[in-house]
């Protein structure tokens, strides 16, 4: 059982670790996505590997992680799971320092409904739920049809999401391109270079949604850049400055199916993260409360395993999801997704709503509607383009033979119109 005192400081952990994981999300698409042409990334002003930056990222994201563990030991899973949705509003505050997005209508309004939902969840959840679990406890708890549904549908939908994917990333992997730099900028490029468009004016479009056709003369368009790129320009090459990388994608995803998998990438995520999170409970909570042989029975060493796998394949997602879509638009739907998967864990696994009176019940499953709310007010802050044109292109299915690498130029007269 818990008591008053001990509540609060899961609490306190809880949203410490939502601050954590936050930076480490924002960190790790700032890495990902800053334009360099030296794969050097600024981070407080000293210029850092492009993949340090990103593992520095990483070691955030474990240290959030290990809060979060630590909240569970103190506080329920219905009410731990509510409190660390908070990361969408420490989310909203990094991406504005280090990512310089802008602090939108929607922005505000969905941290301020998660907010709400989030007091809701607290002021219902009773401080008399257990949090200690042997593994005897958790043996019935399995065994119960209901647990054992639960945990059998949500490792289904994980497995056939992360088949989907691989599937999806092969059929229209993503590539960067070169960018000029900013301080070569305005050196103009060649008339004929032209860069293939794969943005769309849909939110959830990836690097791989479907693009407008071409115009008429884009491969003769293409083929004058090639000209100029043998003919050679020794003003743009004596300043050795940025390139311009045109690129002709030949596999592009329909529409229907890039917002699909805008959805399947980040919500997969979150239900891996759902079933860390929940074998990380039972995990610790059965080796903090075993003694002599239970601690060596077979449940805590595959509860350990999964917890062990499930972290490992979180590493994965991270680099696949936000490699590919902005952390605005992904986290959302990832932590919507951790929100259900940690709520139903609560309620239909570990079977906290038997110590929930009905008004309880009924105003925690509202604070969870109204934080889904708050979520979709979220999905509907329009693309930056700002924003957008300083991230790192990316375009589908790009082989070196398809790209055409011209220096920028700075005598137009070589151009032919």
Request: glycine share 6%; hydrophobic share 50%.
């Amino acid at each position: 059982m818990i008591n008053g005192g001990l509540f609060f400081v899961g609490i306190l952990f809880s949203l410490a670790g939502a601050c954590m994981l936050a930076l480490s999300m924002v960190m790790q698409r700032y890495a990902l996505s800053y334009a360099s042409e030296n794969n050097k990334v600024p981070l407080f002003g000293i210029e850092l590997p492009r993949m340090l930056v990103w593992f520095f990222g990483l070691m955030a994201y474990g240290i959030g992680c290990t809060l979060y563990v630590i909240s569970l030991l103190f506080a329920p899973l219905i009410l731990m799971g509510s409190v660390f949705t908070t990361l969408l509003i420490w989310n909203m505050i990094f991406a504005r320092w280090l990512l310089k997005e802008p602090l939108t209508i929607p922005k505000i309004a969905c941290s301020s409904i998660i907010l709400a939902g989030v007091c809701l969840v607290v002021i219902a959840t009773p401080t008399g739920i257990p949090v200690d679990f042997s593994p005897n406890d958790v043996v019935d708890l399995l065994s119960r049809p209901a647990g054992a549904t639960y945990v059998a549908v949500l490792f289904t939908l994980v497995l056939c999401s992360v088949v989907a994917i691989m599937i999806y990333e092969r059929t229209y992997p993503t590539n960067v391109q070169t960018k000029p730099s900013p301080q070569n900028s305005e050196l103009p490029l060649p008339i004929e270079t032209k860069t293939s468009s794969t943005c769309t004016t849909d939110k959830w479009a990836s690097p791989t949604a479907e693009s407008p056709s071409p115009p008429p003369n884009a491969e003769n368009d293409i083929e004058n850049t090639a000209a100029v790129e043998r003919d050679g320009n020794t003003k743009a090459a004596a300043a050795g400055a940025a390139v311009a990388t045109v690129a002709v994608s030949t596999a592009t995803a329909p529409a229907w199916l890039d917002n699909f998998m805008g959805f399947l990438y980040p919500g997969s995520l979150g239900m891996d993260e759902g079933i860390c999170s929940l074998t990380m409970k039972a995990t610790i909570s059965m080796l903090a409360n075993c003694e002599g042989d239970d601690c060596s029975m077979w449940i805590v060493w595959v509860a350990a395993l999964f917890w062990i796998v499930t972290s490992f394949a979180t590493l994965w997602w991270l680099k696949t999801v936000f490699g590919r879509y902005e952390v605005t638009k992904a986290l959302p739907v990832e932590y919507g997704a951790v929100n259900i998967a940690s709520m139903c864990s609560g309620l239909l696994f570990f079977r906290e709503h038997r110590y929930l009176k009905s008004w309880q019940l009924s105003v925690v499953l509202s604070g969870l509607g109204v934080i889904l709310i708050g979520l979709a007010v979220g999905r509907l802050d329009p693309p930056d383009d700002k924003a957008a044109s300083n991230d790192v292109e990316m375009v589908a299915d790009i082989g070196p033979s398809q790209q055409v690498i011209a220096a920028p130029s700075t005598d137009t007269k070589e151009a032919k119109p």
